[in-house]
């Protein structure tokens, strides 16, 4: 498994741009990075995935430089209601391996 | 939304009782997965399946079993439920062509 670092807190005002960097030195050929969003009391929910470059979806963007040894989600414009905490997860898709760890994650707190 | 349901949403039961939580998925998915976490604290794998008749243990020891005699459903048992076991449990299940999980709404435990 790759060993992730992520920051275990960040703060941010309404309406800035949050950019949340994930270490994983060690990723594999195979590997994809995938983000979540945990609301307490709630079960994670997927918020995008990459393999290199750019993604972009309706919530955010996941940049990923051309050595995939770290991952940025950037969340556009946060809300109070962007409160939760992240999760980068790195690991193979279309294997039978176990590959949902989920390590501390980042706890975005959104200030008014 | 994802079709994902664990039930009961929140259960107190004394110590010593033998309890059943449920979890259903009408996604069809094979890989299906039960997570412990205590608020504000990491996510612990402690079961996980790939399909039918398959359970397997995960990174964190637990005292409760699993079954999965249909895809569909995946539910953990406790023989004797103690206050230790006090704690939310998610059940979750993800899409064989990627890295996306689907998490259902939690089971929120007590012991009391």
């Known amino acids: 498994l790759a060993k992730i670092t992520q920051p275990i807190s960040m703060d941010s005002y309404e309406g800035q741009e949050v950019n949340i960097t994930c270490s994983h030195n060690?990723?594999?050929?195979?590997?994809?990075i995938t983000w979540y969003q945990q609301f307490p009391s709630q079960g994670p929910r997927f918020i995008i995935q990459?393999?290199?470059t750019k993604v972009t979806n309706e919530v955010a963007s996941l940049f990923i430089p051309a050595d995939r040894k770290s991952s940025t989600l950037s969340l556009p414009r946060v809300s109070l209601s962007d409160t939760a905490v992240y999760y980068c997860l790195v690991g193979p898709i279309l294997t039978g391996a176990n590959n949902l760890f989920f390590g501390t994650g980042t706890r975005l707190t959104v200030i008014p | 939304e994802a079709d994902i349901y664990q039930t009961p949403r929140y259960l107190v039961i004394g110590t010593g009782k033998k309890i059943t939580l449920e979890c259903s998925q009408t996604?069809?998915?094979?890989?299906m997965y039960w997570y412990q976490q205590d608020p504000g604290m990491e996510l612990h794998l402690i079961h996980y399946s790939y399909g039918v008749n398959s359970t397997e243990k995960g990174d964190l020891s637990s005292e409760s079993t699993v079954s999965r005699i249909r895809t569909e459903h995946f539910p953990l048992t406790l023989e004797s439920a103690r206050p230790s076991h006090t704690s939310q449990y998610l059940c979750a299940s993800s899409d064989p062509r990627g890295f996306q999980a689907f998490f259902g709404q939690g089971t929120r435990l007590t012991v009391v």
């Open positions: 990459g393999y290199k």
């Open positions: 060690n990723i594999a050929t195979n590997d994809y």
């Open positions: 996604m069809g998915h094979d890989k």
